[in-house]
């Protein structure tokens, strides 16, 4: 949990797609109890709801819902659009659509693949994160700076044994897409980074977890040196460092969230 005496987002409006559960959720949770305020998009209105509901008692203040598809241009736009008009700004972005569980076969191999999986896995990794930055990004440039948090993957890396060629390259793209952006917007004083977790228990990779047998989520314990698979929290504290001052000389970096797998 957040200590609330420890407000490094007061007075901030956060923008985070994704935001009904897992990581983003997460993250949310700590900007909203450390002082800040949310701009919370997700196409899952049930979900939002019940999110909102958890930020309003982590810290209360004027949080805002937007049921929306982060990877419609339009619907980004007057995302935007309506945040700045109601706050005037947007201190941070996050970007959290994306995974690798929207096909029939998350580890498919490369002559598995059908082009239309290939497609809707970069589609769903990139795209999103793109129109997001595509909005925001005139808008942090006019205000004089802003926090951009990506999500990669440890499968970005080319680590992953269990995912497709397709995630892997997509969330390859957001390393690349984070550290070219921060060299764009850096003389405008707006910081660009990512984080790239390995297997984290939010609520919809929780499910495939607990499917597997017992000696295979052994071996991936005993593969992490910290002996445990993550929490959305644990990749939400470093979300949150990344969004906040104290990583206001950090830009261009991919930091991996793995427990030192």
Same mark, same amino acid.
């Given at each position: ?9 007061? +007075? ?7 935001? $009904?559960? $897992?990581?983003?959720?997460?993250? /949310? ?6 002082? $800040? ?10 979900? #939002? ?9 982590? $810290?209360?203040? =004027?949080?805002? /819902?937007?049921?929306?598809?982060? #990877? /419609? ?24 659509? +994306?995974? *690798? ?10 002559? =598995?693949?059908?082009?239309? =999986? ?7 990794? #990139? ?30 890396? +080319? &680590?992953?044994?269990?995912? *497709? ?14 550290? &070219? ?28 977890? =607990?499917?597997?047998?017992?000696? #295979? ?27 906040? *001052? ?16």
């Amino acid at each position: 949990m957040a200590d609330n005496s420890f407000a490094r987002f007061r +007075g901030k409006v956060a923008l985070i797609s994704g935001a $009904g559960n $897992g990581i983003c959720r997460a993250s /949310a949770e700590i900007i909203a109890a450390e002082g $800040g305020t949310i701009a919370a998009v997700d196409n899952n209105r049930e979900v #939002l709801d019940d999110a909102m509901r958890a930020f309003a008692t982590a $810290g209360g203040g =004027e949080h805002q /819902a937007y049921c929306a598809n982060a #990877l /419609a241009q339009e619907e980004v736009e007057d995302v935007v659009a309506d945040v700045v008009d109601r706050y005037g700004k947007i201190d941070i972005l996050i970007n959290g659509v +994306g995974g *690798s569980t929207i096909i029939a076969d998350a580890g498919a191999t490369v002559d =598995e693949l059908t082009m239309e =999986e290939w497609q809707r896995l970069l589609d769903f990794n #990139l795209s999103g994160t793109f129109l997001s930055c595509h909005a925001v990004v005139p808008h942090m440039t006019r205000q004089g700076g802003g926090k951009i948090v990506n999500f990669a993957s440890i499968a970005g890396r +080319g &680590k992953s044994v269990t995912s *497709s060629t397709a995630y892997s390259a997509a969330k390859g793209g957001i390393i690349a897409f984070t550290t &070219k952006l921060a060299l764009e917007v850096g003389p405008a004083g707006i910081n660009v980074n990512a984080i790239a977790p390995s297997a984290t228990l939010t609520e919809r990779i929780r499910k495939h977890w =607990e499917q597997r047998p017992p000696e #295979l989520q052994e071996q991936v314990i005993a593969a992490t040196p910290l002996r445990r698979i993550a929490e959305p929290v644990d990749q939400a504290n470093v979300v949150c460092f990344l969004a906040s *001052s104290h990583a206001d000389f950090v830009t261009g970096v991919t930091i991996d969230v793995t427990g030192g797998a």
